[in-house]
């Protein structure tokens, strides 16, 4: 299993629906067709990579995550 970062933007989602996400798993099919394009997708360890090397702007995202059953 993997830990996804999904960062969903606050002008398109309410706060307590992304909440609704936190540490829900996924087979990888599922995982593809449950969230719309709009939402960015990190492996947790791009995630922390994008973060520390300032590459995404927070501000705007809605944070949760989410596991994925590796085949």
Excluded at 1 to 24: A, C, Q, T
Excluded at 44 to 68: H, K, P, R, S
């Amino acid at each position: 299993m993997s830990v996804r970062v999904l960062l969903f933007p606050v002008d398109e989602y309410d706060r307590n629906d992304v909440e609704n996400y936190d540490n829900i798993t996924f087979n990888p099919e599922m995982y593809h067709k449950e969230f719309k394009p709009d939402v960015l997708k990190y492996p947790i360890a791009d995630f922390m990579t994008a973060c520390n090397d300032q590459f995404i702007e927070l501000e705007g995202y809605w944070i949760t995550y989410v596991n994925v059953i590796e085949k």
